[in-house]
């Protein structure tokens, strides 16, 4: 790895639960131009190469959407990608798209991440008859609950953990004015919510999103004038089988080993100390503590803690997801690039009303499908 | 830039129908095959990448399923694009030039047999004003070659040629699905036109297959086989999605491409072009600059196998076999996407 990477552009749709006004173009359009404003450029002109990611085609029913949407997003005579890595995918995107700055390939790069969850269904989409296996019928709901109850056994975590985390995300996203929800909510009403798949309850899991998100990433010449760009520290993408017999889907491997690769490239050594702000995905509430330990930010079985003790609140100690974060917005393909963004902007300082005092360094996380999938970025105001 | 090779590759023979053999089956085969070819395992690789398409199977993460045709434990480092694998293969070449590994396996996979290809292909439109008129990808390519005709740039003769003489050149690849000797004249008598003026033998065969290539980086590909096809230049551009936007006889984005990895810095020997249809090949012939001396598609092409999602990944394998067995020195691969050649990707590939 041989040159630098900065973030100089950040843009982000509002998010909705149906945005009718917009084409897939235009909610990826919407995303570009904010980046590319942010970024100081005028038009697709000064941009290189074009990097999208989202997750299954069939959520907006176009096959291969980077054909379909070259025109629009200036890609034409360029090259461009699309990656697609399940739920991870928004931080795969970003992580390929640092890549070709890092390599000396090009000089600015534009790189999205969209979901139009209003298309489709995404609950069905998800639980298809696959040929050749037995159908699941689950979503993603009935697959991540037995876990969910499996970590409240296994650490014998407060029941009550999944409630604070839904109250405290959505204070957060009321701060946020892109985000999808804006719901005050006390503890008694997350907990008076029904129950969809025991333990997770409704108002514990993230909403369908349509929206978008994009980056600009340069190299530290191109970043030359930006004001307060965010440098890429480290990146790293781990995945482990989907069938293996002995997987702990509770606390991943491949979670465990990805935040050491990102941490050791970033000097992190005690992320607890050094990370100032992490935006992570939590799809379903309980996902926080579970994570918590998987990053490293508490010791096994002690993530219920830290977020019962408020340690995970925007002003606290460790701050997780200020944004408001999946539980508030969830456009699935672009949920991992968000907290990739969000990361971003904490440590360029202009996050707004969530932003964190002083942040330095962030963590922006990703999980994908039965939690095989990880992609995690550590950005900084300070140059690697 | 770093060094990166090509130094093995491995193909599942394509057929019109392969039965029920799910992701991993199609995947593990191809994978064992090639990293043993490269005398490696699982251990020693240090990237994972791979391509398919959700669509060709009619469910959501298709590729989740394939990569448990492989090792993954401990975990690895391993990303996918829902593209062809040529694209898997560019990402897997970017991240070796990071250099903190070595060593990358890329595989792809598709299995025509599951839907209508051409109707679903369709899907691939623009949703709004194309999708909807049921252009299939057989009817598009029709458009094109009718385009080259009315031109004068081709003839449908020059289609005939082209397919007679990709299917003898597979006569000589086990992993080809249409080969055989044909007459020109014979095709062009008694076969209907599908979509005027495409008869059957100038469109692609329906295919189930997969591939895997491993790439290693300098000194590391030259440990691992005698004669490592390096990666002297990749490159990958797009055009927009409208077919009315362009001109659908020249391929600009082959023509860029091939500008900038300096396809006409040195002589060519050798060919593979990802040309589903027949007339493709003389339109990437001319955008690529090649003259009549070099072999083009000795494996028979894209027209005598088609697995969508791996043709394209094909093609930088079985140019990188003619590096490997000392047959050229200097090979073109190219790769496509997108009704009518829409997005191209060419690389140059030497032997030392």
């Known amino acids: 790895m041989s040159e630098r990477c900065a973030v100089i552009g950040i843009g ?196 369908s999103s349509d929206g978008a998100v994009a980056m600009v990433l340069a190299s530290e010449k191109a970043a030359q004038g930006i004001k307060n760009p965010a440098w890429v520290r480290g990146t790293s993408v781990r995945t482990e089988s989907t069938f293996r017999a002995h997987r702990d889907q509770i606390n991943p491997q491949a979670g465990k080993d990805c935040a050491k690769h990102v941490y050791a490239q970033a000097g992190i050594t005690n992320p607890y100390e050094e990370i100032d702000v992490a935006e992570i995905y939590v799809p379903f509430s309980w996902f926080e503590p579970m994570w918590l330990e998987n990053l490293g930010f508490a010791e096994e079985g002690q993530g219920w803690r830290l977020t019962m003790d408020g340690k995970t609140r925007l002003g606290a100690e460790m701050p997780i997801n200020p944004s408001g974060g999946v539980m508030c917005t969830n456009p699935i393909g672009a949920s991992g690039m968000l907290r990739f963004a969000e990361a971003a902007l904490q440590v360029r300082g202009m996050a707004g009303a969530h932003q964190v005092d002083g942040a330095k360094t962030a963590l922006g996380h990703a999980y994908g499908g039965g939690s095989q999938f990880f992609a995690m970025w550590v950005v900084s105001s300070e140059k690697p | 830039m770093r060094d990166i090779a090509i130094v093995s590759s491995a193909q599942l023979p394509s057929v019109r129908e392969m039965g029920p053999s799910d992701e991993s089956e199609l995947v593990q085969p191809v994978v064992t095959k090639a990293l043993e070819a490269a005398g490696l395992t699982m251990d020693d690789i240090g990237f994972v990448c791979s391509g398919s398409s959700d669509y060709l199977v009619g469910r959501p993460f298709s590729f989740v399923a394939a990569i448990d045709g492989l090792k993954c434990w401990p975990p690895i480092q391993e990303s996918h694009v829902e593209m062809d ?155 927009p999605a409208s077919l009315g936007a362009r001109d659908l006889t020249v391929s600009v984005s082959t023509k860029l491409a091939a500008e900038k990895v300096g396809v006409s810095t040195g002589k060519v020997d050798v060919a593979e072009l990802h040309a589903p249809f027949a007339h493709q090949e003389i339109i990437l012939r001319e955008a690529l600059g090649l003259g009549d001396d070099v072999v083009v598609n000795p494996s028979g092409g894209a027209i005598s196998a088609n697995p969508i999602m791996a043709a394209g990944l094909i093609r930088f394998a079985e140019a990188a076999q003619r590096i490997h067995d000392g047959s050229a020195s200097r090979a073109v691969a190219h790769a496509t996407s997108g009704a009518c050649l829409q997005h191209n990707m060419v690389a140059v590939l030497e032997g030392e």
Not at chain 1, 136 to 157: E, M, N, Q, T, W
Not at chain 2, 156 to 184: C, T, Y
Not at chain 2, 194 to 219: E, F, Q, T
């Open chain 2, 85 to 239: 694998g040529a694209w898997a293969l560019y990402e897997a070449w970017v991240r070796l030039l990071h250099g903190d590994i070595d060593t990358a396996l890329v595989f792809a996979f598709g299995k025509g047999s599951l839907g209508p290809i051409p109707d679903v292909m369709n899907i691939q439109n623009d949703p709004f004003y194309v999708q909807p008129l049921g252009l299939d990808s057989i009817s598009s390519a029709a458009l094109q070659a009718q385009a080259l005709i009315a031109a004068k740039k081709a003839t449908e003769r020059d289609f005939a040629e082209v397919a007679v003489r990709s299917r003898r050149n597979a006569m000589s690849n086990p992993n080809a699905q249409i080969k055989g000797e044909f007459d020109p004249k014979a095709i062009m008598k008694n076969e209907p036109y599908i979509a005027s003026p495409l008869r059957k033998s100038y469109c692609p065969p329906l295919s189930d297959g997969a591939v895997a290539v491993v790439l290693a980086a300098g000194d590391k590909a030259r440990s691992l086989v005698k004669r490592p096809a390096f990666i002297r230049g990749i490159d990958h551009r797009i055009e």
């Open chain 1, 12 to 207: 982000q749709t509002k998010h909705s639960e149906s945005r009718k006004d917009v084409s897939l173009a235009g909610l990826l359009r919407e995303a570009a131009f904010r980046a590319l404003a942010d970024a100081g450029l005028e038009s697709f002109q000064d941009i290189d190469a074009v990097v999208i990611g989202t997750a299954p085609d069939m959520f907006e029913g176009v096959m291969m959407p980077e054909l379909f949407l070259a025109d629009a997003l200036g890609a034409v005579g360029k090259p461009i990608m699309r990656v697609h890595t399940a739920g991870s995918v928004g931080g795969s995107t970003a992580i390929v798209a640092s890549s070709l700055i890092q390599t000396g390939i090009h000089e600015r790069v534009l790189t999205l991440a969209f979901e139009k969850q209003s298309e489709s269904n995404a609950m069905w989409a998800l639980s298809p008859a696959i040929p050749f296996q037995p159908q699941l019928v689950a979503g993603a709901g009935g697959y991540f609950a037995p876990l969910i109850r499996a970590y409240i056994r296994r650490h014998d975590a407060h029941p009550d953990t999944g409630c604070v985390v839904a109250v405290k995300d959505r204070e957060h996203g009321l701060l946020n004015p892109y985000a999808h929800l804006h719901l005050k909510q006390t503890l008694e009403e997350v907990k008076a919510a029904p129950v969809l798949w025991d333990p997770i309850r409704y108002s514990e899991t993230c909403p």
